[in-house]
């Protein structure tokens, strides 16, 4: 078997590479080792407008659950902001607070069925073990599908296998994810509780979800994902939701997820010859928020064209396939680079120091806010006025 493009891995990151490659007119086949495109879900669905713009798509409501106008923070003394009126304008990556709650199992189908539609073939139930390579370079990879193993050429591999990413580390695309560096959830659908069916609602403290945050996204039908991420605890993500949720009398699960977010930022090098990294393969994930769904879509995207032209050029050396790094760094890089600086500081802030600038938020709304009501608050609190130092 011989194609001009082999993806690995059908979700977001994969079925846009491998949309966007067809539709270059490459020859493409994608592998997905599920026996469904779409589940398990391991995500909380929430993502931005952007992403349709991205793809030159229109939101559609088979696989919108929920349109979100909103968030409110939950301090860990359980003072609650709305941000609306402390106002963040670049919250939900610069579209204010407009943004959704997708339906992922429906979604993710639909973009793989895009990329059917395209003209690309998709092989469900098959892994990926190794990668085939000649004098040094990436050129197929092979696969195991229901006990027969098989190679499959290609002139190149785009590896949008997850944050597990075997591709990337066999490629030797060093992912410098350590353990205090993926963050491990947990997340219930949960039926019966009754919230804001546009708002999402965030909560921080060390009780609640050490290193990380919990999650609330309304997604329609009286159901919400309540999840949670956290980062080098003793107790399980799983245990902490389980201690959040028993608040909730008369709420029942009607679907659990476990897994694991890339939060260090992206790997150095996201291209080899023959070889592309996408998606959370990549670390393309904001390491403050966790979220990845519009950086896969964008990096998907640009993957798929970058390999299809050289292709084309018939040159897939990686002195052509390097266009694809160099783009996606120019869109995201500086954003991710910040993100991390953030979520270092983010990491030793303590719970007192998370009341004490929710106090504050909540007693200077933004109209109000003013250097002085701010040089005074910080002269009370060291301890904050030393992160923000660090931060400048
Ligand atoms: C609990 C949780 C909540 C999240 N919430 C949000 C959110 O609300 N908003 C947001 O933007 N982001 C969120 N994220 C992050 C987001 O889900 C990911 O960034 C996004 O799904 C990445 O897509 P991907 O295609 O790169 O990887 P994945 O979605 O992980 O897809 C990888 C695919 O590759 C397949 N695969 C792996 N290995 C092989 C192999 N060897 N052979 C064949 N197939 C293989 C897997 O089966 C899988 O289908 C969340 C993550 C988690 C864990």
Same mark, same amino acid.
Not at 213 to 224: A, N, Q
């Given at each position: 078997?011989?194609?001009?493009? /082999?993806?690995?891995?059908?979700?977001?990151?994969?079925? $846009?590479?491998?949309?966007?490659?067809?539709?270059?007119? *490459?020859?493409?086949?994608?592998?997905?080792?599920?026996?469904?495109?779409?589940?398990? /879900?391991?995500?909380?669905?929430?993502?931005?407008?952007?992403?349709?713009?991205?793809?030159?798509?229109?939101?559609?409501?088979?696989?919108?659950? %929920?349109?979100?106008?909103?968030? &409110?923070?939950?301090?860990?003394?359980?003072?609650?902001?709305? !941000? %609306?009126?402390? +106002?963040?304008?670049?919250?939900?990556?610069?579209?204010?607070?407009?943004?959704?709650?997708?339906?992922?199992?429906?979604?993710?189908?639909?973009?793989?069925?895009?990329?059917?539609?395209?003209?690309?073939?998709? =092989? =469900?139930?098959?892994?990926?073990?190794? @990668?085939?390579?000649?004098?040094?370079?990436?050129?197929?990879?092979?696969?195991?599908?229901?006990?027969?193993?098989?190679?499959?050429?290609?002139?190149?591999?785009? %590896?949008?296998?997850?944050?597990?990413?075997?591709?990337?580390?066999?490629?030797?695309?060093?992912?410098?994810?350590?353990?205090?560096?993926?963050?491990?959830?947990?997340?219930?659908?949960?039926?019966?509780?009754?919230?804001?069916?546009?708002?999402?609602?965030?909560?921080?403290?060390?009780? $609640?979800?050490?290193?990380?945050?919990?999650?609330?996204?309304?997604?329609?039908?009286? &159901?919400?994902?309540?999840?949670?991420?956290?980062?080098?605890?003793?107790?399980?993500?799983?245990?902490?939701?389980?201690?959040?949720? +028993?608040?909730?009398?008369?709420? &029942?699960?009607?679907?659990?997820?476990?897994?694991?977010?890339?939060? +260090?930022?992206?790997?150095?090098? &996201?291209?080899?010859?023959? !070889?592309?990294?996408?998606?959370? *393969? %990549?670390?393309?994930?904001?390491?403050?928020?966790?979220?990845?769904?519009?950086? *896969?879509?964008?990096?998907?995207?640009?993957?798929?064209?970058?390999? *299809?032209?050289? /292709?084309?050029?018939?040159?897939?050396?990686?002195?052509?396939?390097?266009?694809?790094?160099?783009?996606?760094?120019?869109?995201?890089?500086?954003?991710?680079?910040?993100?991390?600086?953030?979520?270092?500081?983010?990491?030793?802030?303590?719970?007192?120091?998370?009341?004490?600038?929710?106090?504050?938020?909540?007693?200077?709304?933004?109209?109000? @806010?003013?250097?002085?009501?701010?040089?005074?608050?910080?002269?009370?609190?060291?301890? @904050?006025? =030393?992160?923000?130092?660090?931060?400048?």
């Amino acid at each position: 078997m011989k194609y001009d493009v /082999v993806v690995v891995g059908g979700r977001i990151g994969g079925s $846009i590479a491998s949309l966007y490659a067809s539709k270059d007119d *490459a020859d493409v086949l994608m592998i997905e080792k599920r026996q469904e495109i779409g589940t398990p /879900v391991q995500c909380a669905e929430g993502t931005t407008q952007s992403i349709f713009k991205i793809l030159d798509m229109k939101p559609d409501k088979r696989y919108i659950n %929920a349109e979100i106008d909103g968030a &409110t923070i939950h301090a860990p003394d359980g003072r609650a902001i709305d !941000l %609306a009126e402390v +106002s963040c304008e670049n919250f939900l990556d610069g579209t204010g607070y407009k943004g959704y709650i997708l339906d992922r199992k429906v979604f993710d189908k639909h973009l793989a069925i895009q990329a059917a539609k395209a003209g690309a073939e998709i =092989m =469900m139930k098959t892994t990926v073990k190794d @990668l085939i390579r000649k004098d040094g370079r990436v050129c197929g990879v092979v696969a195991e599908h229901l006990g027969e193993t098989m190679e499959i050429k290609a002139d190149v591999v785009i %590896a949008a296998d997850g944050v597990e990413s075997n591709m990337a580390r066999q490629a030797g695309l060093t992912n410098p994810n350590k353990p205090g560096n993926i963050g491990s959830c947990a997340q219930y659908e949960l039926f019966g509780l009754d919230i804001d069916p546009h708002q999402l609602n965030f909560y921080f403290g060390r009780e $609640i979800a050490p290193g990380g945050y919990l999650w609330m996204f309304p997604k329609g039908e009286d &159901t919400v994902n309540v999840g949670l991420g956290v980062r080098s605890t003793k107790k399980t993500a799983y245990q902490y939701l389980n201690q959040f949720i +028993s608040r909730f009398k008369g709420t &029942t699960p009607v679907e659990l997820n476990i897994g694991g977010v890339p939060l +260090s930022g992206p790997i150095d090098k &996201t291209y080899t010859d023959g !070889l592309l990294v996408v998606g959370d *393969a %990549a670390g393309h994930v904001d390491p403050v928020t966790g979220g990845g769904i519009h950086i *896969a879509a964008f990096c998907g995207k640009t993957a798929g064209q970058v390999a *299809a032209e050289a /292709v084309k050029k018939e040159n897939t050396s990686e002195s052509v396939l390097k266009r694809y790094d160099e783009i996606w760094r120019e869109k995201f890089g500086k954003n991710l680079e910040i993100s991390l600086k953030y979520r270092n500081a983010a990491d030793k802030l303590t719970d007192k120091d998370m009341n004490a600038l929710a106090e504050f938020l909540e007693k200077n709304k933004i109209e109000n @806010l003013s250097k002085i009501s701010a040089i005074k608050f910080l002269g009370k609190h060291p301890h @904050l006025l =030393m992160l923000i130092r660090d931060l400048l």
